[in-house]
């Protein structure tokens, strides 16, 4: 034990007589910066109906509607034309078969919290020349097909069922996620190819038909819009 004290006690000694003094090296700093920007979600790409894997592009040469351009977390993308054709005067209530080859409805949800929303369907008074016309017509639009890119296969899908509705009546919900539904939906009435030698020109869709009354048929091309409201169930 004493030994081992002296050989300490000379080494502390050497430290303070005659060892090197201890010299610190100079830092040197700097700063970044670390940034992120967020921005409201651009308008969801238009699926088509028959494959919604692809991409669509509407064309209103055919009768078919613009997106949109909705943006944001949850959004109605798409909404639908009907067109009816031209007819003569027919000499008792008539139903009219739409001509439309894919009619359809897509709503996309990339909110955070997914919860229920509802789309409703309006009809407004028909019109031609300025004036009121066809009282009591109606659409009747049978249950859709629902669908949705593969992707998205096995997420709890929207419910819909056939509605009808009358011509300045009141809104009727078509298609509505209990659950919350996420990404891109779509509600489709696929129609009947009926053209000759299957050009693809000529479509008959018995999905969505018009009720016209008899007295109502007048000559002139009656136009009436179509509302379609998408709720969120979140205040």
Known sequence: MKKQSIVTSLFASALL????????????????????????????????????????????????????????????????????????ILGSDAIFESTDEKPFLQVTDRRVVLSEWTVTAKLNTFTS???????????????????????????????????????????????TSTAGSPYSWLLSWLGTDVSPETDGSLWSNANITLNVPLNQQIKGTHVATIDWVLTDSIP
């Open 129 to 175: 020349g300025g004036e009121n016309t066809l009282p009591g017509a109606s659409l009747s639009i049978a249950e859709g097909i629902v669908n949705t890119p593969t992707y998205n296969i096995g997420a709890t899908a929207p419910v819909t069922s056939a509605i009808e509705l009358i011509a300045g009546g009141e809104a009727v919900d078509i298609l």
């Open 17 to 88: 007589l005659g060892g090197p003094s201890l010299v610190f090296a100079e830092t040197s700093s700097g700063s970044s910066t670390a940034t992120i920007t967020f921005e409201t979600n651009k308008a969801p790409d238009i699926l088509d109906p028959a494959n919604p894997d692809d991409s669509y592009t509407p064309d209103p040469g055919k009768g078919e509607n613009t997106p949109t351009g909705n943006t944001g977390p949850l959004t109605l993308d798409y909404a639908p034309n009907f067109n009816f054709g031209t007819h003569e």
